[in-house]
């Protein structure tokens, strides 16, 4: 569940999910170039661009169009941990010249599986005709909408893991 910060102008979300399968599986949904294009910001039917060099300093660009617009999407590898956490950028350079942070930590079950612990930080800034009040349900709303399109993102990305270890005859 995505728990919810009004403290400063930035926003915060921290989403917690439970994988069946391995950290070293869960890892690659998104290290891996070709599950990472099937989910991350994007899907198959949308997706017109996804290159990304996946390695520490390395930088990624995704295209994705939709309702006859397209959105570009961009980032950097900060820092890349094998099977352990991640650390990146992500931004919409038509929407904000500010990059927002992503960590991703994966962590062993002792009965089976991955928690994947998402961290997500975002600066919403402050307009002047906004009231506190005003910025305040600006920022909830900017918090709730992410969060949601984040954990459909999750669910689309278990679908891809799914049909990953169907299609390779994997055992969990």
């Known amino acids: 569940m995505a728990k919810y910060n009004v403290e400063n102008e930035q926003v915060e979300i921290h989403i917690e999910r439970l994988f069946k399968y391995s950290p070293e599986l869960v890892y690659s949904a998104w290290t891996d170039i070709n599950l990472l294009k099937q989910w991350f910001m994007t899907s198959q039917r949308t997706n017109k661009l996804f290159d990304a060099d996946i390695h ?3 930088q990624y660009r995704i295209v994705d169009a939709r309702n006859g617009k397209q959105n570009v999407i961009q980032g ?22 500010s990059q927002d942070v992503i960590e991703v930590e994966f962590e ?13 930080q975002s600066i919403v800034e402050k307009e002047r005709r906004l009231t506190a009040l005003e910025y305040k ?27 990953y270890v169907e299609d390779n005859d994997m055992l969990l």
């Open 108 to 120: 062993e079950r002792e009965s089976g599986g991955t928690q994947m612990f998402f961290y997500y």
């Open 137 to 163: 349900h600006k920022k909830k709303e900017y918090h709730d909408s992410t969060a949601h399109g984040l954990e459909l993102m999750f669910d689309r990305m278990n679908e891809v893991l799914d049909q």
């Open 56 to 58: 520490e300093g390395g």
């Open 76 to 97: 950097k590898y900060e820092e890349l941990v094998s099977d352990e956490y991640i650390k990146m950028t992500i931004g919409m350079p038509e929407l904000s010249d």
